[in-house]
């Protein structure tokens, strides 16, 4: 379908002559989290998606809109309880680079002044340790806050932003990337792919979207950026039966790009494996942050921490891994250091934690200063604290009871409340000095 793809690539890695091919399961298992047979896969691929809520997944509830991701999320190993840093993709991915939190790196970036949106030097990233350690380290990025626009590429040998940001060119342009560490004589390679659907504006191809041939029209092209947002902050002014109108268009045009992008994803992934590429490698897959529809007030992201824009998925996948689960609690400061154990590559500095090794009561911190200023959450023992600066608000929510939280339980002297206060007062106080233009309430 996407013929890209094929052309990208030169002659694949060494393969298995045909009718000699391994069980793997007949391998032993490493001892390692997650388990292999055989060994940890030599080579690494990392693909990171935009926008793409946890809930769609059919394992949260999801109705199959992706059902490549469905696939290999239930041939891989899930981190069941897995949270974003944030909300937005600047802050998210510097804390999947640097495997620490953006307080703790001391940078957090301010979604209202992108004039000053510049990664910092001299924190080491997940790239530039697994380039120290002789991997080929390559980027293709569809958005401008994970490239050299924003400094984000630190440590990647090679750094490309296609002019074409389809999921079909990314990888077209990946694939290209992997020939040539095969021209060059690289030993071990990383590739990081990031894909944007289905980020606002939505807007896939026609035969994605043939149920809204059964709605009347908007006044409001959704596939413009601005025309989004502008339907967006109307919302509050429509009538009931003009906000449901609203929201079903944008329902089917979001759940049309995730429908486009798994088939996107199915058609490259079928290309790499044609070609060898996934013979010995780990696949990381993981989202950036969810999307909001109105479920706490806004549409897209950026807004707040609750579960549609803060929950996030992550999985590893290879050919060889035992399939499986972990359900800790877990964050993107913990996917270094995962990728970093399993290669045994020195993680001085981090503050993540290999998948595995994190306690079931382990505290997780989040941070976004973005459209409504700094906000801030702990999530401890399914119970979950969020506090917005500019008007001094708390929620406190009950995971376990009420996991899309729409019953706050906030009060300053319930037992939840006052653990997580504790906790949320240290992470306060280290933004205060890293975000100067606001103050706590």
Not at 79 to 85: A, G
Not at 410 to 415: N, Q, R, S
Request: glycine share 6%; aromatic share 12%; charged share 20%.
């Amino acid at each position: 379908m996407f013929l890209v793809l094929a052309l990208a690539c030169s002659a694949p890695p060494d393969t298995d002559p045909p009718g000699e091919e391994t069980d793997v399961t007949d391998l032993p298992v490493t001892d390692t989290f997650p388990a292999f047979y055989g060994s940890v896969p030599k080579n690494l691929l990392i693909v990171s998606m935009d926008t793409f809520r946890r809930d769609l997944m059919t394992r949260s509830g999801g109705a199959g809109y992706a059902p490549f991701l469905d696939e290999k999320a239930t041939e891989g190993v899930v981190l069941e309880h897995h949270r974003s840093c944030s909300n937005w993709t600047f802050p998210s991915v510097l804390c999947f680079n640097y495997g620490m939190t953006d307080v703790e790196s001391g940078y957090v970036p301010d979604l209202r002044d992108p004039d000053n949106a510049w990664a910092p030097e001299g924190v080491p990233t997940l790239a530039g340790r697994l380039s120290a350690a002789g991997f080929r380290t390559m980027l293709v990025t569809s958005n401008g806050w994970f490239s050299a626009d924003r400094n984000t590429d630190i440590g990647f040998d090679t750094s490309e932003r296609p002019d074409d940001r389809r999921t079909q060119s990314v990888f077209g342009v990946g694939l290209g990337r992997l020939a040539e560490t095969r021209a060059i004589g690289a030993e071990r390679w990383y590739l990081h792919l990031h894909v944007k659907e289905a980020h606002p504006a939505y807007n896939p191809p026609p035969e994605y979207l043939a149920e809204l041939e059964d709605l009347p029209p908007i006044d409001y092209d959704l596939t413009d950026f601005d025309d989004h947002y502008s339907a967006d902050a109307a919302w509050p002014d429509m009538t009931e039966a003009e906000q449901a109108l609203l929201l079903q268009h944008l329902l089917i045009r979001y759940h049309g790009e995730v429908r486009w992008m798994s088939d996107q994803l199915t058609d490259a992934f079928d290309a790499l494996d044609e070609q060898g590429w996934l013979d010995d490698t780990l696949v990381l897959f993981w989202t950036d942050h969810g999307e909001q529809f109105w479920e706490h007030g806004d549409q897209t992201h950026a807004y707040g921490l609750n579960t549609e824009e803060n929950d996030a998925v992550a999985f590893f996948w290879a050919k060889n891994i035992v399939p499986g689960s972990w359900e800790g609690p877990t964050s993107h400061i913990d996917l270094a250091p995962s990728v970093l154990s399993l290669y045994d590559v020195d993680a001085t500095g981090v503050t993540g934690l290999p998948v595995g090794e994190g306690l079931p009561d382990r505290s997780l911190a989040f941070t976004s200063v973005a459209r409504y200023g700094p906000m801030q959450s702990i999530v401890q023992d399914d119970w979950k604290l969020i506090y917005r600066w500019n008007t001094g608000e708390r929620w406190l929510y009950d995971l376990a009871n009420d996991p899309d939280e729409t019953t706050d339980l906030w009060a300053a002297d319930a037992p939840h409340a006052v653990t997580l206060e504790a906790l949320l007062v240290p992470q306060v106080e280290a933004l205060v000095p890293l975000t100067t233009r606001y103050t706590p309430y």
